[in-house]
Structure formats: structure tokens, C-alpha cells
């Protein structure tokens, strides 16, 4: 069945980086989009970025400039590299394949992502 | 990117029907059916109950269904029942190639 991963997240300072990593197995990795929806404390969903099977990101404006997605077909990852973050970055970040143009139907445990002042 | 707008909370009684809505624009929910429904209970991840507006994967109720008229989408959940208690999120694809998430809707069963 479907897993997936997430790792990475801690507490970081404002202003520091942090990569987080999704490790999936049992789909085909690179016949998928692939992608990042966060939630914050006590919040709603977000949605971060994506990537497509070809490698093409996209991000909300929120993260622009400050987040890259990347994924690593050989070692069926995704990453998110989040660099200047800000105390509203924290969350529990979550990885999903796109099964459908929005449509997640798998997640993972997610990892929590905390930046203090 | 503003999110999508969901009513705050919705209420029934167990074998009522419920509607949530989730208003965008034309530049999402009114200009692709793209939209997708998520239920998530406290400290889960989210699970999937709509995707295409109103189709429903392999394993969720026939008593969840989508649709869509203009820029406003709905859930409906008929027959309501204790466990359908639960935050209910709505996600668009926009024009500009990404995706956003409604406001959340927080369902109680009374």
C-alpha cells in the first residue's frame, strides 16, 4: 500500500532554513505530481506547492521565493527546501500525491514545522 | 490566492441532510471542475470524500455527494450520522496553475 513519510521538521529560529523529506513507496513515483499542503496550529489546510512528473513547481504566493520543491525520482523523495522562514511558517507539513488534479487520496503522518521569534 | 469561503460551522440532527458550500471565483471553482472535499477529524490527517466536483473514490459513503453551480461548490452529506462530526475542507484549481483550500467547516451532529 501507499506510504509516505514526512521528516525533517523541528524548531528553528526565524529567519534559518530547514529541508524537509517525504520518503513514499508503493505507487509508481514518477508517474505522479506530487505535492505540499501545511496546517498550522488549530488552523485550516494550506496549500504549499507541488511539482509535476516532468518537474515543474508551483507555489502559493505565501512561499514564493522562499520554498523549492524537488523530487528525486531515483529515490522516489520529495523535498521542501524553506529557507527566511517566519513564525507563520509553523505547521505540520504534510506530502501528498496529486492522484487528480487536486485530489488527495494519500497522506502521510506529516512533520511539524515550529519557527520561534 | 485568497482561500475559498466555507460557512464556520453547520449543524444537523443524525439522519438529517447537510450542505456545505464553498464559494470561489471564476478563476477556480467557476472555471474548472477541479474541486475536491477533504473530512478530517482531530489530530488525523485529512481523507478524501469528493474529487472532480462529485465524484466519489472507491470506499466513501454514498451518503457524501458534490456538485457544482457557477462559482460555488457544495458538499452534501444526507442520513447524517455521529461520525460524520468533523472539520470538511474544500480545494480548488485555479488559473494560475495552483491549487487553494477553502476556510473549513466545522460539521456538528446534534
Known amino acids: 500500500q501507499v506510504q509516505l513519510v514526512e521528516s525533517g521538521g523541528g524548531v528553528v529560529q526565524s529567519g534559518r532554513s530547514l529541508r524537509l523529506s517525504c520518503a513514499t513507496s508503493?505507487?509508481?513515483?514518477?508517474?505522479?505530481?506530487l505535492d505540499w499542503v501545511r496546517q498550522a496550529p488549530g488552523k485550516g489546510l494550506e496549500w504549499v506547492a507541488g511539482?509535476?512528473?516532468?518537474?515543474?513547481?508551483m507555489y502559493a504566493d505565501c512561499v514564493k521565493g522562499r520554498f523549492t520543491i524537488s523530487r528525486d525520482n531515483s529515490k522516489n523523495t520529495l523535498y521542501l527546501q524553506m529557507i527566511s522562514l517566519r513564525t507563520e511558517d509553523t505547521a505540520v507539513y504534510y506530502c501528498?500525491?496529486?492522484?487528480?488534479?487536486?485530489?488527495?487520496?494519500?497522506w502521510g503522518q506529516g512533520t511539524l514545522v515550529t519557527v520561534s521569534p | 490566492q485568497s482561500a475559498l469561503t466555507q460557512p464556520a460551522s453547520v449543524s444537523g440532527s443524525p439522519g438529517q441532510s447537510i450542505a456545505i458550500s464553498c464559494t470561489g471565483t471564476?478563476?477556480?471553482?467557476?472555471?474548472?471542475?477541479?474541486v475536491s472535499w477533504y473530512q478530517q477529524h482531530p489530530g488525523k490527517a485529512p481523507k478524501l470524500m469528493i474529487y472532480d466536483v462529485s465524484i466519489r473514490p472507491s470506499g466513501v459513503s454514498n451518503r457524501f455527494s458534490g456538485s457544482k453551480s457557477g462559482n460555488t461548490a457544495s458538499l452534501t452529506i444526507s442520513g447524517l450520522q455521529a461520525e460524520d462530526e468533523a472539520d470538511y475542507y474544500c480545494?480548488?484549481?485555479?488559473?494560475?496553475?495552483?491549487?487553494?483550500f477553502g476556510t473549513g467547516t466545522k460539521v456538528t451532529v446534534l
Open positions: 480545494i480548488s484549481y485555479t488559473s494560475s496553475t495552483t491549487f487553494v
Open positions: 501528498a500525491p496529486d492522484e487528480k488534479m487536486g485530489a488527495f487520496e494519500n
Open positions: 471564476s478563476s477556480d471553482v467557476g472555471g474548472y471542475n477541479y
Open positions: 511539482i509535476s512528473t516532468n518537474g515543474s513547481p
Open positions: 508503493g505507487f509508481v513515483f514518477r508517474n505522479y505530481g
